[in-house]
């Protein structure tokens, strides 16, 4: 009975220690984001920092989510077809695959791609800068290092995810259309007369605006937990792996709530 109840006693102990490091970690994002609510429009006056992030963080993820996005819309060209075989005609099949991905598939494996190559590179850069003291230089040297370093990669992020989801959700129609038309045998008019009369702008608007919320989850969780690395190489791989674990965790959490607003309430009609 005494070793059950010491047992019970450390594991209560324990799960309090993991809320209570939780809690206080959520603390130190909303002040971080705080501070770059604060520093948002100052830190533009330095545009040139911004641009940088944008090609590093937009363009170039673009041929990996170009390769994702082409095999995104091949899959759910052949899994929609398999599915409507014998149930569905198949001129519906444009319709699913665009609303499929626009809506869906588009901004969240976009965000999850992107945030495993940019959230991973900007905790590991930040993360950097801070064991080897180059932040503690830049308060040295008066430069605030949130508007220095974070607003540009945030604002960057903000920017160029929705840019790059665009891309994403037209080569994903694109794949599936090849698909359609060349293996699965639908007429590329068929497909494209089931494009135009399913698509509406509401997808599109519901899609960016996914895209807009996955961007600033994946700046500020790459840069938070490289701005708060600690320990050498070993703390700044730790901080890049919660990084890229954070992003893609809360990319899906914030996609099933936002798809429950924007599908039950903005768009219910």
């Known amino acids: ?3 059950r109840d010491e047992l019970a006693v450390r594991g209560f102990r324990f799960v309090w220690r993991r809320a209570e490091d939780w809690v206080a970690e959520v603390g130190r994002i909303a002040l971080m984001i705080g501070d770059v609510a604060r520093g948002f429009l100052p830190a533009m006056r330095s545009f040139g920092l ?3 992030q944008m090609q590093a963080i937009g363009v170039g993820s673009l041929g990996l989510v170009a390769v994702v996005s082409l095999f995104t819309g091949a899959v759910a ?3 929609a077809a398999y599915q409507f075989s014998n149930v569905v005609p198949m001129k519906y099949l444009g319709a699913v695959i665009i609303r499929s991905v626009v809506i869906e598939l588009g901004p969240v494996l976009t965000a999850l791609v992107v945030g495993g190559r940019v959230g991973a590179s900007i905790a590991a850069e930040l993360g950097t800068m ?4 180059q932040i503690d230089a830049l308060e040295v040297m ?4 949130i508007r220095y370093l974070v607003v540009p990669r945030i604002a960057a992020a903000l920017i160029m995810l929705p840019v790059v989801t665009v891309f994403a959700n037209a080569i994903a129609v694109f794949g599936g259309w ?3 038309v060349t293996v699965i045998g639908v007429g590329s008019h068929t497909f494209v007369i089931g494009l135009k009369d399913f698509f509406h702008l509401n997808d599109l608007y519901s899609s960016l605006l996914k895209a807009l919320f ?3 989850i994946i700046g500020t969780m790459g840069c938070y937990y490289g701005f708060h690395a600690e320990g050498g190489a070993e703390g700044v791989g730790n901080a890049t792996t919660r990084a890229v674990v954070s992003s893609c965790v809360l990319v899906l959490i914030s996609d099933y709530v936002l798809a429950n607003v924007l ?7």
Do not use: N, Y
């Open 1 to 3: 009975m005494e070793l």
């Open 50 to 52: 911004v641009v940088q």
């Open 77 to 79: 060209a052949v899994q």
């Open 130 to 133: 801070r064991v080897t003291e």
């Open 142 to 145: 008066a430069i605030h290092p």
């Open 178 to 180: 090849v698909v359609a």
């Open 214 to 216: 996955f961007g600033g």
């Open 263 to 269: 599908l039950r309430l903005i768009f219910a009609s």
